[in-house]
């Protein structure tokens, strides 16, 4: 192999990654799980963000980082469980509420227990 290959053609020259792109700023490579795969995408905009603030304390920048995740990903998580039981309250299923916003609906004594339940 010929060393004055490397940066030719044959060979890419070598550039770094992007510096947010590292475990040490919470970044998770190989995610799997879906809190990591959702935190990976916030990251690069935080770690711009956040870099002023927090200077070369890494420990902290990561700290922050990963309450930022956590508060975007719970915010996420409740407003598709939110979706969810909408839809189910919408669906056609006489156990929920869903029923009772029919226009050609007409209540029937035992209906007040349901409606209470949902």
């Known amino acids: ?6 940066g030719h053609g044959i060979f890419p020259p070598y550039s770094p990654g992007p510096k947010w ?11 799997k799980r879906r809190i990591s795969l959702f935190g990976n995408n916030p990251l690069p905009d935080f770690y711009e963000s956040f870099k002023v603030r927090a200077g070369s304390n890494v420990q902290l920048t990561k700290r922050m ?3 930022e995740r956590d508060r975007q ?11 969810n039981r909408f839809q189910y309250l ?10 009772f916003l029919c226009d050609d609906y007409k209540p029937n004594p035992h209906d007040g227990s349901n409606i209470i339940r949902c």
């Not at 990903?73 to 979706?83: A, K, R, W």
Request: hydrophobic content about 40%; charged content about 25%.
């Open 90 to 99: 919408l669906s056609d299923n006489p156990a929920c509420a869903g029923r």
């Open 73 to 83: 990903y719970n915010i996420t998580v409740d407003i598709e469980q939110l979706e």
């Open 21 to 31: 792109k590292d475990k040490k700023f919470g970044f998770v490579p190989d995610a």
């Open 1 to 6: 192999m010929n060393s004055n290959a490397v």
């Open 65 to 67: 980082f990963i309450a």
